[in-house]
Nanobody
Framework: QVHIVESGGGLVHPGGSLRLSCAASGSLIRKYSIYAMGWYRQAPGKERELVANIRNGRTTNYADSMKGRVTISLDNAKNTLFLQMNNLTPEDTAVYFC???????????WGQGTQVTVSS
């Protein structure tokens, strides 16, 4: 099993900041370890898209639309992922999902999502 707990979403004004957290745990993580963790988002009527991820505990990847405004970081010891988002705009409004990929068959697991709303 893989358990994913997300937190940090909410309502923020344009130009504001939010920090999302994602804690991963479970028997499959203890047995196989994590290959990658990342954040995706899905706005109403749109497909889910990558925001940023970290592979092998250190290699980061950012969506072009988010570069310069977000920073992803990982506490390897606690399997906890963070996403610092700055200068948010209404276009960033979406449900943000945490994704965990374990080394066994590179299986993906998803959190339930946390709502981020940017509005004045």
């Amino acid at each position: 099993q893989v358990h994913i707990v997300e937190s940090g979403g909410g309502l923020v004004h344009p130009g504001g900041s939010l920090r999302l957290s994602c804690a991963a745990s479970g028997s499959l993580i203890r047995k196989y370890s994590i290959y990658a963790m990342g954040w995706y988002r899905q706005a109403p009527g749109k497909e889910r898209e990558l925001v940023a991820n970290i592979r092998n505990g250190r290699t980061t990847n950012y969506a072009d639309s988010m570069k310069g405004r977000v920073t992803i970081s990982l506490d390897n010891a606690k399997n906890t992922l963070f996403l610092q988002m700055n200068n948010l705009t209404p276009e960033d409004t979406a449900v943000y999902f945490c994704n965990v990929v374990i080394t066994y068959a590179y299986k993906h697991y998803w959190g339930q999502g946390t709502q981020v709303t940017v509005s004045s």
